[in-house]
């Protein structure tokens, strides 16, 4: 069974920082595309940062220079440092494998989702 599980959300102050990291199972992923995505109360889940099988990241525009993805396929992980950050950035964070990329933006729904981690950033 495939399993993705995030932790190392929680309550920080503006200004703060988080690591997310993602732990994966029942198959390695390292000759796939993984991601972090994020979903507000109320909005639609929304793209946050991928990184390729080739290690090339992207970043939606209003993380860039605050979030840093990264990947350890020895381990089966991938991360998210977040920085600076905002309130804005509340939501809970999903992890998810397996999906491709077209002009820097995932192109395919991810095939493996992760249950997601609340991140919650006051002011």
């Known amino acids: 069974q495939v399993q993705l599980v995030e932790s190392g959300g929680g309550l920080v102050q503006a200004g703060g920082s988080l690591r997310l990291s993602c732990a994966a199972s029942?198959?390695?992923?390292?000759?796939?595309?993984m991601g972090w995505f994020r979903q507000a109360p109320g909005l639609e889940r929304e793209f946050v940062a991928a990184?390729?099988?080739?290690?090339?990241?992207y970043y939606t525009d209003s993380v860039k220079g605050r979030f840093t993805i990264s990947r350890n396929n020895a381990k089966n992980a991938l991360y998210l440092q977040m920085n600076s950050l905002k309130p804005e950035d509340t939501a809970v964070y999903y992890c998810?494998?397996?999906?491709?990329?077209?002009?820097?933006?995932?192109?395919?729904?991810?095939?493996?989702w992760g249950q997601g981690t609340q991140v919650t950033v006051s002011s």
């Open positions: 990184i390729s099988w080739y290690r090339a990241t």
């Open positions: 998810a494998a397996d999906f491709s990329l077209r002009n820097e933006r995932p192109s395919t729904t991810a095939n493996y």
């Open positions: 029942g198959r390695t992923f390292s000759s796939d595309n």
